[in-house]
């Protein structure tokens, strides 16, 4: 980079009570208050709360933000890599590679660059934009799977033990019900299923509607159908359903008669977890960089120092200090990365 960050320059994002800020350039970034001009990274509802005056968001996430923050709000968006001057500062949109339309955000101040990473991840995904790797002084990176034991297996192997799950629970005339949040995971399965058969599944209602915003960008997924639509006392043997983890132990379960249940979540790569929350089969899937690709992404910025939000902080942050030489520290934020919900 051209300029390396210095202690006697005033940082271009601080922490208030209303979330991640840029002075010079007079905005928040994914603010977890209502404020005047919100630059948001996704459409999780962690990083895209309503009720600020102004959003502006990537062009791919426009959909799923109307549907998040309501039609009426005001929302403006730029294509990735498309530059746009606030304040004192040069903004830009690059492909963050977490879900459809997720964005880190590139802030250039007299010379000097910040990245806001958001939640990101490196493996392939059909239904969204690959991560980009944007050279700056100082890279503001989420750790939700902060720690060592977390590495991710080929999402395309993840698809094919999905496939046998449902297939083995068909043979038994049973219901498969996988938990998944509904944004960003469902359609990522989805996706991943279509390249191995062309089954329809059901889906939770919760998952419908943002199902069809990732059609409506042209993502190709399974056939899918909401449970809402079929009959009371409809057969669900041999059915893939997709719910959102809050659905499970509710009443909206008692329908699907004989089931098994999964969970598709990075959290299930730690031994224990699966049993613990009571699931059949657990699936180790992500929509976050794992403990590689955070430290490949920490790399590739060029950043000579780094700041970290949510989940194992302290741990990642004390590693690039001790092993990769970085200025790092954690930035204390409510982020919640990958949540149980």
Same mark, same amino acid.
């Given at each position: 980079? %051209?300029?390396?960050?210095?202690?006697?320059?005033?940082?271009?994002?601080?922490?208030t009570?209303d979330?991640?800020?840029?002075?010079?350039? =007079?905005? !928040?970034i994914?603010?977890?208050?209502?404020?005047a001009r919100?630059?948001?990274?996704?459409?999780?509802?962690?990083?895209?709360? &309503? =009720?600020?005056?102004?959003?502006?968001?990537?062009?791919?996430?426009?959909?799923?933000?109307?549907?998040?923050?309501?039609a009426?709000?005001?929302?403006? *968006?730029?294509?990735y890599?498309?530059?746009?001057?606030? &304040?004192?500062?040069?903004?830009?949109?690059?492909?963050?590679?977490?879900?459809?339309g997720?964005?880190?955000?590139?802030?250039?101040?007299?010379?000097?660059?910040?990245?806001v990473?958001?939640?990101y991840?490196?493996?392939?995904d059909?239904?969204? @934009?690959?991560?980009?790797?944007?050279?700056?002084?100082? +890279?503001i990176?989420?750790?939700?799977?902060?720690?060592?034991?977390?590495?991710?297996?080929?999402?395309?192997?993840?698809a094919?033990?999905?496939?046998?799950?449902?297939?083995? %629970?068909? $043979?038994?005339?049973?219901?498969?019900?996988?938990?998944?949040?509904?944004?960003?995971?469902?359609?990522?399965?989805?996706?991943?299923?279509a390249?191995?058969?062309? /089954?329809?599944?059901?889906? !939770? =209602?919760?998952?419908?509607? #943002?199902?069809?915003?990732y059609?409506?960008?042209?993502? /190709?997924?399974?056939? *899918?159908?909401?449970?809402?639509?079929?009959?009371?006392?409809t057969?669900?043997?041999?059915?893939?359903?997709?719910?959102?983890?809050?659905?499970? &132990?509710s009443?909206?379960m /008692?329908?699907?008669? $004989? !089931?098994? *249940?999964?969970?598709?979540?990075?959290?299930?790569?730690?031994?224990?977890?699966?049993?613990r929350?009571?699931?059949?089969?657990? +699936?180790?899937?992500?929509?976050? @960089?794992?403990?590689?690709?955070?430290? /490949? *992404?920490?790399?590739?910025?060029?950043?000579?120092?780094?700041?970290?939000?949510? &989940?194992?902080?302290?741990?990642l942050?004390r590693? #690039?200090?001790e092993?990769?030489?970085?200025?790092?520290?954690? #930035?204390?934020?409510?982020? $919640?990365?990958?949540?149980?919900d």
């Amino acid at each position: 980079m %051209n300029v390396s960050p210095s202690l006697d320059r005033p940082p271009l994002v601080t922490v208030t009570p209303d979330g991640l800020f840029c002075p010079p350039g =007079g905005f !928040h970034i994914d603010p977890w208050r209502p404020v005047a001009r919100a630059l948001i990274t996704h459409a999780h509802g962690d990083h895209a709360r &309503g =009720g600020s005056q102004r959003y502006l968001g990537a062009l791919p996430s426009l959909g799923l933000l109307r549907k998040r923050l309501g039609a009426d709000s005001d929302i403006s *968006t730029l294509d990735y890599g498309e530059r746009l001057s606030l &304040g004192e500062v040069t903004v830009s949109f690059h492909p963050a590679g977490h879900v459809l339309g997720s964005a880190q955000i590139r802030i250039e101040h007299r010379g000097e660059v910040w990245v806001v990473s958001g939640d990101y991840k490196r493996d392939p995904d059909p239904t969204c @934009a690959p991560f980009e790797p944007v050279r700056c002084d100082t +890279f503001i990176t989420e750790a939700t799977f902060g720690l060592p034991i977390y590495r991710w297996d080929d999402t395309r192997l993840v698809a094919e033990e999905v496939l046998r799950w449902w297939d083995g %629970n068909r $043979e038994a005339g049973r219901a498969s019900v996988l938990f998944c949040y509904a944004l960003g995971k469902a359609q990522r399965l989805l996706a991943e299923l279509a390249r191995l058969t062309d /089954r329809e599944a059901l889906v !939770h =209602g919760a998952t419908h509607a #943002l199902v069809e915003c990732y059609r409506e960008a042209g993502v /190709r997924m399974l056939p *899918t159908r909401p449970v809402s639509e079929l009959e009371k006392g409809t057969s669900y043997a041999g059915a893939l359903i997709l719910a959102p983890p809050s659905a499970a &132990g509710s009443t909206w379960m /008692r329908r699907f008669g $004989e !089931h098994e *249940t999964g969970f598709a979540s990075g959290w299930m790569r730690v031994r224990g977890n699966r049993r613990r929350r009571g699931y059949d089969r657990g +699936f180790v899937l992500s929509d976050h @960089a794992d403990w590689p690709g955070l430290l /490949r *992404t920490a790399k590739e910025t060029g950043a000579s120092r780094v700041l970290v939000t949510h &989940g194992s902080s302290d741990t990642l942050a004390r590693y #690039l200090r001790e092993h990769e030489g970085l200025d790092a520290a954690p #930035l204390s934020t409510p982020f $919640e990365g990958e949540t149980e919900d």
